[in-house]
């Protein structure tokens, strides 16, 4: 019985090949694509899964309420980690870590390399399964000088891992230098890890640092704790929300935990509660995966419900002689179910294709690996998608009555025209709604690399001070400005994107009870004319003016928050240090259009303005950078020149909506393709069903293009339908979507419009090519056929 259903089923196979063609094909396509964002999906939920105590471990979090609401940062006092485990029994290990986002400078046999690294708590190595491969995890970090190296790094150093532990090399950061004994070599990080570092060191160095910096007021380390097990996080979390109030009676900061490996995907919070992150984007690509497979699972549906009338003698002949529903079920089932075998086959061929240019879209080391997961994965995808694809047909086709098929009265039955018609328009729906969401977010991509952002970004590359050019900073920026095609240059304590913040702000008239936040960045001398910030009132910092660094320069929002009238010449109190208000310059975008621009103040301060920025002529920049590289090298002899342009960083604020353009654009590509493929394969039953009729209306003189109208008006119906349809799910669904920026686009009719008039055109020209090949044939022909 088995080999004779096969046998069946091949030769409908044989018989139908075309159908099977575009149902294989399109099948293969749509698994391919939820494969390959299986695969990504699955690489995302597992990220930072891999330590041994996830459950266990935790991230101290603190909100800070303001006047603009609650601001939740990772960030708390060094001291806290230490204080939590004294103070708390339910802490086992407490763990702190800088929050420091610049690379080192790590020294080895005169030779200086670019590094990351963190400062860590002595029990980080307890706390986080990283391996190991020499020194003992109670042992390596517990000496104020010791440094922990990965084995990349040693090769890099010595090019061994081996006898490198007992070595001194120095670290550099800033004007912070010192040598230090490696203790221990750690295996590379895990790639499903959201920290990769190439060394870490001490966090007792760090506090040495911070020196008078080290209060409850900083917040400048993160904490990570690893609870007893058995404790409930709820009742933690009430039990340390005023901790800090303890230590500082008027802090407006509280404390709680999230689960450490909640950090990746759950990363977004507004006003103090957990508002998505990149989950967000693990469920968009979901969804879109399961709109692709079920647009091809349409398919699969219409196509063998409308070759039904073929089949009804067959099944007639079936029930006569005695074959149960049950049986003919089975029998479409498992037709459908191997045709979807079939398409994983070429799926997974597909995706062996696809993997490599796929990471490089996603900006991940993905790889195809037959493990458990992912084999039950493919296996429930397929499985999912043959019995989508085949149920509707088995129960349709399986519930004719032998004397009606036989008298060859199916038509007559109901449901199955309107089935059909109403799978078109969802799939069409679906498709549509794909194609304005390609458009918008292209256009917001669009809008965000175009807006001025007050500043300029464009021809702007930054380095760190290191080794003589951090001694002789002035000199160097002074030797800089020199070179042919160098416009200007400065020094910053960082990147216009990466500031600090403060509440230690006072000013006459403020309100006691209430706490700003305001976001701060220490520059040298031309630092604002260097990024073309325009000064709206005042000036910007000046050699021509004596004690400039007790002078203070605001944003535009500062000032309207602390409701300053004529503020140039007026004090502040900045951590207990009076500043005189010099200039007033006009908001400028340092944050992502994500957010409003916030308030913030410049400070001059060249001892700690070390990352130099160089602002190069349009159309010279391989020269001058030349040039530059000449100059470094002979300035600062060891070191190489590690450079970035800042309009890089600014791309990088918004690395995830650019994937989410690209890989809806491919997406929205697939689904309109798998779409048209199964309008192409109904096109072309209708026009095979209806070949007397088109015979005999050409004999009564129709034309071809009345045919052709004839053939296709039906098919347009359902695509407007479609449209009319996805036009307002797609408009609630992208205006949701938008809200996630401060600034964006308005939502223009003509994108809506666009995007239902290009799926109208794509589907008549699938249709026409069909209705066309229909019209002319002769009608003599057409009549012959029975």
């Known amino acids: 019985m088995f080999r004779h259903s096969l046998l069946l089923i091949y030769r409908n196979f044989k018989r139908y090949k075309s159908t099977f063609f575009i149902n294989v094909l399109g099948l293969s396509t749509s698994l391919a694509c939820a494969l ?28 800070h309420y303001n006047t603009e609401g609650i601001v939740t940062w990772e960030a708390g006092p060094g001291q806290l980690a230490e204080a939590l485990k004294d103070e708390m029994p339910e802490v086992a290990y407490s763990v702190s870590s800088s929050d420091i986002p610049d690379k080192f400078i790590v020294s080895a046999n005169e030779q200086h390399m670019s590094a990351a690294g963190q400062f860590v708590g002595s029990d980080y190595f307890n706390a986080f399964s990283y391996k190991l491969s020499q020194g003992s995890k109670d042992q390596v970090l517990q000496s104020k000088n010791a440094i922990v190296i990965s084995e990349a790094l040693a090769l890099r150093l010595f090019n061994t891992t081996q006898g490198v532990v007992g070595r001194t090399i120095n670290w550099q950061i800033l004007h912070f230098t010192k040598p230090v004994v490696i203790t221990g070599v750690f295996e590379a990080m895990p790639s499903n890890s959201s920290e990769q570092y190439d060394f870490l060191l001490s966090f007792e160095e760090f506090k040495d640092m911070l020196g008078d910096g080290l209060h409850w007021d900083n917040h400048n380390a993160k904490t990570y704790l690893v609870l007893q097990e058995g404790t409930d996080a709820v009742s933690f979390n009430h039990k340390i929300e005023s901790f ?23 990363g977004n919070y507004e006003n103090g509660v957990q508002a998505g992150g990149r989950i967000e984007y693990v469920k968009l690509f979901s969804l879109i995966a399961i ?12 196509l063998s419900t409308a070759k039904a009338s073929r089949r009804v003698k067959e099944i007639g002949i079936k029930k006569a002689i005695g074959a149960s529903r049950g049986s003919l079920i089975l029998q479409y089932l498992g037709e459908s179910l191997l045709v979807a075998f079939i398409s994983l086959i070429i799926a997974l061929m597909f995706v062996e294709l696809a993997l490599v240019p796929f990471s490089e879209i996603t900006g991940k080391e993905l790889n195809l690996s037959y493990h458990a997961h992912f084999i039950l994965g493919a296996l429930g995808i397929t499985v999912l998608a043959g019995l989508m694809a085949g149920s509707y047909p088995a129960l349709y086709l399986s519930r004719f009555k032998p004397a009606v098929v036989l008298r060859g009265t199916i038509n007559k039955l109901g449901g199955e025209l309107w089935a059909r018609r109403g799978l078109v328009v969802f ?21 965000v690399q175009a807006k001025n952002l007050g500043y300029s970004k464009d021809h702007v590359l930054y380095f760190n001070a290191e080794g003589k050019v951090q001694e002789k900073l002035e000199t160097f920026l002074t030797e800089v400005k020199k070179l042919p ?3 200007n240059a400065s020094s910053g304590g960082s990147i216009i994107s990466d500031y600090g913040s403060t509440v230690g702000l006072n000013w006459e008239g403020k309100n006691t009870a209430e706490q700003t936040a305001f976001q701060m960045l220490a520059v040298n001398y031309d630092m604002i004319e260097t990024l073309g910030i325009g000064v709206k009132e005042g000036r910007a910092f000046s050699r021509s003016f004596a004690s400039d660094t007790s002078k203070i320069i605001f944003n535009e929002a500062a ?69 530059l590289q000449s100059l470094y090298a002979s300035f600062n002899p060891g070191y190489v020149l ?23 654009r491919y997406f929205a590509g697939l689904a309109i393709l798998i779409s048209c493929l199964g309008l192409f394969g109904l096109a072309t039953f209708t026009a095979e069903r209806r070949v007397k009729e088109i015979g005999i209306r050409k004999v009564m003189g129709a034309s071809e293009v009345s045919i052709v109208y004839l053939l296709s ?74």
């Open 291 to 302: 709109f692709i497979l079920a647009i091809a699972c349409i398919n699969f549906m219409n």
């Open 36 to 63: 390959l964002i299986f695969i990504w999906v699955y690489d995302e939920l597992n990220m930072d899964k891999f330590h041994q105590q996830d459950k266990q471990l935790f991230q101290v979090m603190t909100n």
């Open 244 to 266: 800090l109030k303890s230590k500082q009676p008027n802090s407006n900061v509280t404390l709680f935990v999230r689960p450490y490996s909640n950090k990746y995907l759950y």
């Open 642 to 664: 590690d450079y970035k342009f800042l309009n890089e960083d600014y791309q990088e604020l918004y690395a995830a909506e650019q994937r989410v353009a690209t890989l809806s």
């Open 427 to 447: 799939q069409f729906t679906l498709s549509i709604i794909l194609i304005v969401s390609v458009l918008v977010v292209y256009k917001q991509i669009e809008y």
């Open 485 to 487: 095609g160098v416009s």
């Open 559 to 627: 000032i309207a928050v602390m409701g300053l009238e004529e503020p140039v010449g007026k004090v502040v109190n900045l951590w207990g240090e009076n500043k005189k208000i010099v200039g007033v310059v006009k908001d400028f975008h340092f944050q992502s259009l994500h957010q409003k621009v916030k308030p913030m103040f410049f400070r001059l301060d060249p001892k700690t303005a070390m990352k130099v920025m160089v602002k190069i002529e349009a159309g010279k920049e391989r020269a001058t950078i030349e040039k």
């Open 713 to 786: 008006s039906d098919f347009t119906k359902l695509v407007l339908v479609a449209i009319v349809v996805a036009l307002p799910v797609s408009y609630m669904l992208l205006k949701y979507w938008l809200n996630n920026f401060a600034y964006r686009i308005d939502l223009e009719v003509w994108y809506f419009l666009g995007a239902g008039i290009l799926s109208l055109f794509i589907a008549w020209l699938t249709v026409a090519s069909q209705a066309f090949r229909a019209a002319k044939v002769n009608p003599s022909q057409c009549l012959k056929e029975v």
